[in-house]
Nanobody, 121 residues
């Protein structure tokens, strides 16, 4: 059974940086796109970024463009979300998912448990 596990979350001051990691089990990682989503308290889960199977293409939500970078290392079955110039509104639980190259949560069938990111002002 394919699983993904996120790590790297934590508490950071506004303007700081964090790098989230998403490690996948199984042999299907390189055949799937990877997406990052986030969910703040009282809000719906929202799209953050996605990357194609080989990493050639990426898409970001407007709120994080120029600040976040998604990448992947298929040899390590790992995807990353480098977050810079963090803002308090970035506070959320961040989820990694495997699926098709899409900004919709419905495009992803395997989800991690999430990692908390808290940005203080």
């Amino acid at each position: 059974q394919v699983q993904v596990v996120e790590s790297g979350g934590g508490l950071v001051q506004a303007g700081g940086s964090l790098r989230l990691s998403c490690v996948a089990s199984g042999r299907t990682f390189r055949s799937n796109a990877v997406g990052w989503f986030r969910q703040a308290p009282g809000k719906e889960r929202e799209f953050v970024a996605t990357i194609t199977t080989g990493g050639q293409s990426t898409t970001y939500t407007d709120a994080v463009k120029g600040r976040f970078t998604i990448s992947r290392d298929n040899a390590k079955n790992t995807a990353y979300l480098q977050m810079s110039n963090l803002k308090p509104e970035d506070t959320a639980v961040y989820y990694c998912a495997q699926g098709i190259y899409s900004s919709s949560p419905g495009g992803y069938g395997v989800w991690g448990q999430g990692t908390q990111v808290t940005v203080s002002s």
